[in-house]
């Protein structure tokens, strides 16, 4: 596609659900990057991949969260046992490396009741 | 890694140049200065990004001081849709490349 896509734009779940929140990244893109946004805050990093190489995972706040990505295209951010601290907006953002500029996605409502 | 301030709102006449501010002041040399800005309920949007020298686009212009400990973003001629949050990001180096955002500043644009 032309731009970086998430499904689903919105998510309401209850406490102790798991979700998976999928995003698309530009095709050819190396680098994929999640990130959370709360209500009202900047954009809090979570994990990054490149390539094939190891994620870094420095970002993910608890091991509630993980994230894969398959073929290094498509990634998914899982979350165990959601809690009400979850809510936030989940964005997906792409680069095709070095010093280039990020594509986010319109980003995952992630709702937690 | 650099961090940065930003004043947290600022607000602009329509048609008037916006100059936003950003510190930076433990910016490593290699250490680009980004600006991205998040129209409400939107994916961040890239702007610029510099290194030491002034950078000018479509967009924007972006100054460096020569210490490199601090720019300004600058909107030309400010319209009502560049009301909006503008982040000022240094990214770290040199792997993982990773983007620290702040809470940046709220422009508000007014006719």
């Known amino acids: 596609g032309a731009g970086v896509s998430q499904s689903p734009s919105n998510k309401v779940t209850e406490k102790g659900k798991d979700v998976e929140l999928r995003c698309d990244p530009i095709?050819?893109?190396?680098?994929l990057y999640w990130y959370r946004q709360s209500l009202g805050q900047g954009l809090e990093f979570l994990i990054y991949?490149?390539?094939?190489?190891?994620?870094?995972k420095s970002g993910l706040p608890s091991d509630r969260f993980s994230a894969e990505r398959t073929g290094g295209s498509v990634s998914t951010l899982t979350i165990q046992r959601t809690q009400q601290e979850d809510s936030a907006v989940y964005l997906c953002?792409?680069?095709?490396?070095?010093?280039?500029?990020?594509?986010f996605g319109p980003g995952t409502r992630l709702t937690v009741l | 890694d650099a961090k940065t301030t930003q004043p947290p709102s600022m607000d602009c006449a329509e048609g008037r140049a916006a100059n936003l501010p950003c510190n930076h002041s433990t910016i490593s040399g290699n250490e680009y200065v980004y600006w991205y800005r998040q129209i409400h309920s939107q994916g961040p949007q890239y702007i610029i990004h510099g290194l030491k020298n002034n950078e000018t686009n479509e967009m924007a212009s972006l100054i460096i001081t020569e210490d490199r400990k601090s720019s300004t973003l600058i909107l030309p001629h400010a319209t009502l849709r560049d009301t909006a949050v503008y982040y000022c990001i240094v990214r770290a180096f040199p792997t993982p490349i990773k983007f620290y955002f702040g809470s940046g500043t709220k422009l508000n644009v007014k006719p």
């Open positions: 953002a792409t680069t095709s490396g070095g010093y280039n500029e990020q594509f």
């Open positions: 991949f490149q390539g094939n190489s190891a994620p870094d």
């Open positions: 095709s050819g893109h190396t680098a």
